[in-house]
Protein backbone atom coordinates (compact mmCIF):
# COMPACT_ATOMS: atom_id res chain seq x y z
CA UNK A 1 0.00 0.00 0.00
CA UNK A 2 2.44 2.29 0.85
CA UNK A 3 4.49 1.55 -2.19
CA UNK A 4 1.61 2.81 -4.43
CA UNK A 5 0.66 5.94 -2.48
CA UNK A 6 4.55 6.73 -3.31
CA UNK A 7 4.38 5.85 -6.62
CA UNK A 8 1.03 8.32 -6.39
CA UNK A 9 2.43 10.87 -5.27
CA UNK A 10 5.48 10.59 -7.41
CA UNK A 11 3.39 11.08 -10.29
CA UNK A 12 1.05 14.18 -9.22
CA UNK A 13 4.72 15.73 -8.66
CA UNK A 14 5.84 14.95 -12.18
CA UNK A 15 2.26 16.17 -13.57
CA UNK A 16 2.91 19.22 -11.50
CA UNK A 17 6.48 20.19 -12.75
CA UNK A 18 4.95 18.59 -16.62
CA UNK A 19 2.43 21.52 -16.14
CA UNK A 20 4.91 24.42 -14.63
CA UNK A 21 7.13 23.78 -17.69
CA UNK A 22 4.26 23.73 -20.14
CA UNK A 23 3.55 26.95 -18.94
CA UNK A 24 6.60 28.55 -18.80
CA UNK A 25 7.12 27.66 -22.41
CA UNK A 26 4.38 29.17 -23.42
CA UNK A 27 4.99 32.24 -21.89
CA UNK A 28 7.93 32.20 -22.95
CA UNK A 29 6.74 31.70 -26.71
CA UNK A 30 4.87 34.77 -26.09
CA UNK A 31 7.08 37.03 -24.75
CA UNK A 32 9.58 36.18 -27.81
CA UNK A 33 6.83 36.95 -30.19
CA UNK A 34 6.46 39.76 -28.38
CA UNK A 35 10.14 41.04 -28.53
CA UNK A 36 10.19 39.69 -31.99
CA UNK A 37 8.25 42.77 -33.32
CA UNK A 38 9.30 45.68 -34.96
CA UNK A 39 8.61 49.03 -33.61
CA UNK A 40 7.66 51.81 -35.66
CA UNK A 41 7.23 55.19 -34.54
CA UNK A 42 5.73 57.46 -36.99
CA UNK A 43 6.63 60.66 -36.17
CA UNK A 44 4.92 63.68 -38.47
CA UNK A 45 2.40 66.56 -38.22
CA UNK A 46 -1.36 66.70 -39.13
CA UNK A 47 -0.66 64.09 -42.44
CA UNK A 48 0.29 61.61 -40.17
CA UNK A 49 -1.92 62.54 -37.56
CA UNK A 50 -4.85 61.76 -39.86
CA UNK A 51 -6.56 65.22 -40.33
CA UNK A 52 -10.14 65.19 -41.60
CA UNK A 53 -10.11 61.21 -41.70
CA UNK A 54 -12.45 58.88 -40.25
CA UNK A 55 -11.06 56.38 -37.26
CA UNK A 56 -8.61 53.79 -38.38
CA UNK A 57 -7.73 55.89 -41.74
CA UNK A 58 -4.92 57.29 -41.06
CA UNK A 59 -2.04 56.34 -42.91
CA UNK A 60 0.01 54.78 -39.51
CA UNK A 61 -2.85 52.80 -39.14
CA UNK A 62 -3.14 51.50 -42.92
CA UNK A 63 0.59 51.02 -42.45
CA UNK A 64 0.13 48.48 -39.87
CA UNK A 65 -2.32 46.70 -41.39
CA UNK A 66 0.37 46.42 -44.18
CA UNK A 67 2.84 45.32 -42.31
CA UNK A 68 1.44 42.81 -40.29
CA UNK A 69 2.25 41.44 -36.77
CA UNK A 70 5.58 41.36 -36.98
CA UNK A 71 5.38 44.99 -36.97
CA UNK A 72 3.82 47.22 -34.19
CA UNK A 73 3.42 50.98 -35.26
CA UNK A 74 1.78 53.63 -33.68
CA UNK A 75 1.01 57.21 -34.70
CA UNK A 76 2.48 59.93 -33.29
CA UNK A 77 1.42 62.92 -35.52
CA UNK A 78 0.29 65.93 -34.01
CA UNK A 79 -1.41 68.31 -36.31
CA UNK A 80 0.07 71.94 -36.99
CA UNK A 81 3.86 71.05 -35.94
CA UNK A 82 6.77 71.95 -36.94
CA UNK A 83 10.13 70.84 -36.41
CA UNK A 84 11.69 74.10 -35.73
CA UNK A 85 12.69 74.85 -31.97
CA UNK A 86 10.76 75.76 -28.90
CA UNK A 87 11.37 80.19 -29.88
CA UNK A 88 11.05 81.86 -32.57
CA UNK A 89 11.67 85.32 -32.93
CA UNK A 90 8.15 86.39 -31.82
CA UNK A 91 8.17 84.33 -28.42
CA UNK A 92 7.17 80.81 -27.57
CA UNK A 93 6.73 78.57 -30.62
CA UNK A 94 3.29 76.66 -29.86
CA UNK A 95 3.77 74.56 -32.89
CA UNK A 96 7.34 73.15 -31.81
CA UNK A 97 7.11 69.08 -32.34
CA UNK A 98 9.94 69.16 -29.47
CA UNK A 99 7.26 70.69 -26.78
CA UNK A 100 4.50 67.83 -27.62
CA UNK A 101 3.51 64.87 -25.32
CA UNK A 102 3.76 63.10 -28.67
CA UNK A 103 7.30 63.49 -28.92
CA UNK A 104 8.09 61.91 -25.43
CA UNK A 105 5.96 59.21 -25.92
CA UNK A 106 7.87 58.03 -29.26
CA UNK A 107 10.95 58.26 -27.49
CA UNK A 108 9.75 55.74 -24.71
CA UNK A 109 8.25 53.51 -27.71
CA UNK A 110 11.95 52.73 -28.12
CA UNK A 111 11.11 52.48 -31.59
CA UNK A 112 13.39 50.33 -33.97
CA UNK A 113 12.34 52.28 -37.11
CA UNK A 114 11.31 56.00 -36.95
CA UNK A 115 9.63 58.03 -39.59
CA UNK A 116 9.61 61.39 -39.57
CA UNK A 117 7.11 63.08 -41.61
CA UNK A 118 7.56 67.03 -40.86
CA UNK A 119 8.05 70.14 -42.68
CA UNK A 120 4.77 71.28 -44.66
CA UNK A 121 4.02 73.75 -41.57
CA UNK A 122 7.28 74.89 -41.06
CA UNK A 123 6.90 76.42 -44.63
CA UNK A 124 5.35 79.16 -43.17
CA UNK A 125 8.13 80.53 -42.40
CA UNK A 126 8.59 81.06 -46.06
CA UNK A 127 5.56 81.50 -47.52
CA UNK A 128 4.37 85.48 -48.44
CA UNK A 129 2.74 87.63 -50.50
CA UNK A 130 -0.37 85.02 -51.17
CA UNK A 131 -3.27 86.91 -53.19
CA UNK A 132 -6.85 85.34 -51.60
CA UNK A 133 -9.67 84.92 -53.98
CA UNK A 134 -10.58 88.89 -53.07
CA UNK A 135 -7.63 89.96 -54.61
CA UNK A 136 -6.34 90.85 -51.38
CA UNK A 137 -3.44 89.85 -49.94
CA UNK A 138 -3.42 86.92 -46.89
CA UNK A 139 -1.25 87.93 -43.93
CA UNK A 140 0.53 84.96 -42.47
CA UNK A 141 1.60 85.67 -39.22
CA UNK A 142 4.47 83.40 -38.97
CA UNK A 143 6.03 84.57 -41.99
CA UNK A 144 10.00 85.61 -41.58
CA UNK A 145 9.85 84.30 -37.88
CA UNK A 146 12.63 82.05 -37.76
CA UNK A 147 16.28 81.45 -39.31
CA UNK A 148 16.27 79.21 -42.38
CA UNK A 149 19.84 78.49 -40.02
CA UNK A 150 18.66 77.19 -37.27
CA UNK A 151 15.92 74.58 -39.46
CA UNK A 152 19.37 72.58 -40.65
CA UNK A 153 20.25 72.36 -36.35
CA UNK A 154 16.58 71.71 -35.59
CA UNK A 155 16.33 69.00 -38.13
CA UNK A 156 19.85 67.52 -37.43
CA UNK A 157 18.61 67.64 -33.52
CA UNK A 158 15.79 65.24 -34.24
CA UNK A 159 17.70 63.09 -36.02
CA UNK A 160 20.87 62.84 -33.75
CA UNK A 161 17.84 62.38 -30.84
CA UNK A 162 16.03 59.35 -31.99
CA UNK A 163 19.26 58.27 -33.48
CA UNK A 164 20.57 58.10 -29.70
CA UNK A 165 18.43 55.85 -28.06
CA UNK A 166 19.13 52.51 -26.80
CA UNK A 167 17.68 50.53 -29.82
CA UNK A 168 19.56 52.70 -32.08
CA UNK A 169 16.46 52.96 -34.19
CA UNK A 170 16.69 52.74 -38.40
CA UNK A 171 15.52 56.27 -39.30
CA UNK A 172 13.83 57.13 -42.33
CA UNK A 173 13.30 61.09 -43.40
CA UNK A 174 10.55 62.00 -45.80
CA UNK A 175 10.87 64.79 -48.20
CA UNK A 176 7.21 66.50 -47.88
CA UNK A 177 4.57 66.15 -49.99
CA UNK A 178 2.83 69.01 -52.14
CA UNK A 179 0.84 71.14 -50.15
CA UNK A 180 -0.88 74.43 -50.83
CA UNK A 181 -2.87 76.54 -49.08
CA UNK A 182 -2.79 80.28 -49.04
CA UNK A 183 -5.36 80.70 -46.25
CA UNK A 184 -3.08 78.23 -43.90
CA UNK A 185 0.12 80.17 -45.16
CA UNK A 186 1.43 76.97 -46.47
CA UNK A 187 2.69 77.17 -50.41
CA UNK A 188 4.36 74.16 -52.58
CA UNK A 189 7.18 76.90 -53.59
CA UNK A 190 8.40 76.46 -50.07
CA UNK A 191 8.24 73.58 -49.67
CA UNK A 192 9.95 72.52 -52.80
CA UNK A 193 12.52 75.39 -52.83
CA UNK A 194 12.62 75.68 -48.74
CA UNK A 195 12.10 72.98 -46.85
CA UNK A 196 12.63 69.72 -48.75
CA UNK A 197 16.16 71.22 -49.55
CA UNK A 198 17.14 71.57 -46.28
CA UNK A 199 15.23 67.88 -45.16
CA UNK A 200 17.45 66.52 -48.25
CA UNK A 201 21.38 67.96 -47.24
CA UNK A 202 20.75 67.07 -43.32
CA UNK A 203 19.60 63.51 -44.08
CA UNK A 204 22.19 62.57 -47.00
CA UNK A 205 24.70 64.22 -44.66
CA UNK A 206 23.33 62.25 -41.03
CA UNK A 207 23.38 58.91 -43.38
CA UNK A 208 19.83 58.86 -42.91
CA UNK A 209 17.37 57.37 -45.58
CA UNK A 210 15.00 59.18 -47.54
CA UNK A 211 11.19 58.82 -49.03
CA UNK A 212 10.47 61.56 -51.63
CA UNK A 213 7.08 61.67 -51.01
CA UNK A 214 6.98 65.12 -53.02
CA UNK A 215 7.72 63.05 -56.01
CA UNK A 216 5.86 59.82 -55.06
CA UNK A 217 2.43 61.17 -53.77
CA UNK A 218 1.35 63.23 -56.29
CA UNK A 219 -1.98 61.78 -57.07
CA UNK A 220 -5.24 65.02 -57.04
CA UNK A 221 -8.05 62.16 -56.10
CA UNK A 222 -6.03 61.47 -53.21
CA UNK A 223 -6.11 64.56 -51.49
CA UNK A 224 -8.79 66.35 -49.44
CA UNK A 225 -10.41 69.63 -50.82
CA UNK A 226 -7.96 71.84 -48.52
CA UNK A 227 -5.06 70.30 -51.10
CA UNK A 228 -2.89 69.35 -48.55
CA UNK A 229 -4.03 66.69 -46.78
CA UNK A 230 -4.45 63.33 -47.72
CA UNK A 231 -8.45 61.45 -48.06
CA UNK A 232 -8.73 58.03 -47.16
CA UNK A 233 -7.81 56.70 -50.41
CA UNK A 234 -4.71 59.23 -50.21
CA UNK A 235 -3.55 57.68 -46.75
CA UNK A 236 -3.80 53.95 -47.90
CA UNK A 237 -1.51 55.05 -50.88
CA UNK A 238 0.52 57.06 -48.23
CA UNK A 239 1.34 53.77 -45.91
CA UNK A 240 1.69 51.73 -49.06
CA UNK A 241 4.98 54.37 -49.94
CA UNK A 242 6.26 54.47 -46.22
CA UNK A 243 5.83 50.83 -46.65
CA UNK A 244 7.88 49.59 -49.72
CA UNK A 245 10.50 52.11 -48.29
CA UNK A 246 10.65 50.35 -44.96
CA UNK A 247 10.90 46.98 -46.59
CA UNK A 248 13.13 47.74 -48.79
CA UNK A 249 16.92 46.75 -48.03
CA UNK A 250 18.62 49.37 -45.25
CA UNK A 251 20.51 52.01 -46.91
CA UNK A 252 24.09 51.49 -46.45
CA UNK A 253 25.19 54.20 -44.24
CA UNK A 254 29.21 52.98 -43.52
CA UNK A 255 29.67 55.09 -47.25
CA UNK A 256 31.00 58.41 -45.72
CA UNK A 257 28.74 61.10 -45.44
CA UNK A 258 28.53 64.49 -47.05
CA UNK A 259 31.79 67.13 -45.94
CA UNK A 260 30.79 67.28 -41.86
CA UNK A 261 33.06 69.93 -41.35
CA UNK A 262 30.84 72.60 -42.75
CA UNK A 263 28.01 73.83 -40.53
CA UNK A 264 24.46 74.11 -41.34
CA UNK A 265 24.80 78.08 -41.69
CA UNK A 266 27.52 76.86 -44.13
CA UNK A 267 25.63 74.67 -46.41
CA UNK A 268 22.48 76.79 -46.74
CA UNK A 269 21.69 76.66 -50.55
CA UNK A 270 21.41 79.43 -52.48
CA UNK A 271 17.78 79.74 -53.48
CA UNK A 272 16.55 82.54 -56.37
CA UNK A 273 14.52 85.87 -55.43
CA UNK A 274 11.06 84.00 -55.49
CA UNK A 275 11.68 82.01 -53.44
CA UNK A 276 13.89 83.17 -50.94
CA UNK A 277 12.84 85.34 -47.80
CA UNK A 278 10.82 87.78 -50.64
CA UNK A 279 8.99 84.83 -51.66
CA UNK A 280 6.71 86.23 -54.38
CA UNK A 281 4.39 83.31 -54.49
CA UNK A 282 1.06 84.42 -55.41
CA UNK A 283 -1.18 81.71 -56.04
CA UNK A 284 -5.13 82.08 -55.20
CA UNK A 285 -6.56 79.80 -52.80
CA UNK A 286 -9.93 79.57 -54.03
CA UNK A 287 -13.41 77.70 -52.37
CA UNK A 288 -13.34 75.57 -55.56
CA UNK A 289 -10.98 74.42 -58.17
CA UNK A 290 -11.54 72.52 -61.49
CA UNK A 291 -11.08 69.19 -62.13
CA UNK A 292 -11.54 66.74 -65.63
CA UNK A 293 -11.98 63.90 -63.25
CA UNK A 294 -12.72 61.36 -66.61
CA UNK A 295 -9.28 62.58 -67.43
CA UNK A 296 -5.92 60.12 -67.01
CA UNK A 297 -3.73 62.99 -67.31
CA UNK A 298 -5.22 64.55 -64.29
CA UNK A 299 -5.55 61.15 -62.18
CA UNK A 300 -1.87 60.70 -62.69
CA UNK A 301 -0.94 64.59 -62.56
CA UNK A 302 3.21 64.51 -62.37
CA UNK A 303 3.61 68.19 -63.20
CA UNK A 304 1.29 70.30 -60.19
CA UNK A 305 4.62 69.85 -57.49
CA UNK A 306 5.88 73.24 -56.63
CA UNK A 307 3.41 75.41 -58.74
CA UNK A 308 1.53 78.21 -57.17
CA UNK A 309 -0.91 79.00 -59.62
CA UNK A 310 -2.66 82.08 -59.94
CA UNK A 311 -5.92 80.62 -62.17
CA UNK A 312 -7.02 77.87 -63.39
CA UNK A 313 -6.29 79.02 -66.88
CA UNK A 314 -2.86 80.65 -66.29
CA UNK A 315 -0.03 80.28 -69.20
CA UNK A 316 3.60 79.99 -68.22
CA UNK A 317 4.86 81.40 -71.16
CA UNK A 318 8.64 80.05 -70.86
CA UNK A 319 6.39 76.47 -71.33
CA UNK A 320 3.04 77.15 -73.00
CA UNK A 321 1.27 75.19 -70.29
CA UNK A 322 -2.21 75.62 -68.16
CA UNK A 323 -2.73 75.02 -64.68
CA UNK A 324 -5.36 74.89 -62.32
CA UNK A 325 -6.21 76.72 -58.90
CA UNK A 326 -3.89 74.18 -57.31
CA UNK A 327 -1.31 74.32 -59.63
CA UNK A 328 -1.85 70.93 -61.42
CA UNK A 329 -1.03 70.69 -65.13
CA UNK A 330 -4.00 70.68 -67.78
CA UNK A 331 -3.21 69.36 -70.79
CA UNK A 332 -3.07 71.94 -73.77
CA UNK A 333 -5.41 69.27 -75.49
CA UNK A 334 -8.00 69.03 -72.43
CA UNK A 335 -9.35 72.62 -72.25
CA UNK A 336 -12.83 71.67 -72.26
CA UNK A 337 -14.75 72.89 -69.70
CA UNK A 338 -15.20 70.66 -66.53
CA UNK A 339 -17.15 70.27 -63.48
CA UNK A 340 -16.13 72.26 -60.64
CA UNK A 341 -15.71 70.42 -56.87
CA UNK A 342 -16.83 72.51 -54.24
CA UNK A 343 -14.16 73.03 -51.29
CA UNK A 344 -14.85 73.94 -47.82
CA UNK A 345 -13.66 72.97 -43.64
CA UNK A 346 -11.34 74.82 -41.70
CA UNK A 347 -8.58 73.86 -40.23
Not at 283 to 299: L, T, V, Y
Not at 312 to 337: E, H, L, T, W
Request: proline content about 4%.
Amino acid sequence: MAGRSGIYIIGMMFRKVFRAAAVAAIFAGFTCAAHAQTRVACVGNSITAGYGLGWQEDYPFQLQEMLGESYSVQNFGVSGMTFAGETIKSGTNNSSYWKTDNFKAALNFNPNIVVIELGTNDSKFFSNNCIGTDGQPQYNYNYGQYDKENLYKDYEALIDTFAHLPTSPRIIATLQPYSNNCGWGIMDTAIVNQINPIIQEVATRKGVEIIDLHSQFNTPEWFLADSVHPNATGAKELARIIKEGILKAPADTSKTPADTSKTPADTVPEVSDSTGTQDSTTAIRGNEFARDAGSSQERNARGFGGQDAHSFVNQDARKSKAYDMQGRYIPSRKQAASPTVKKGGTR
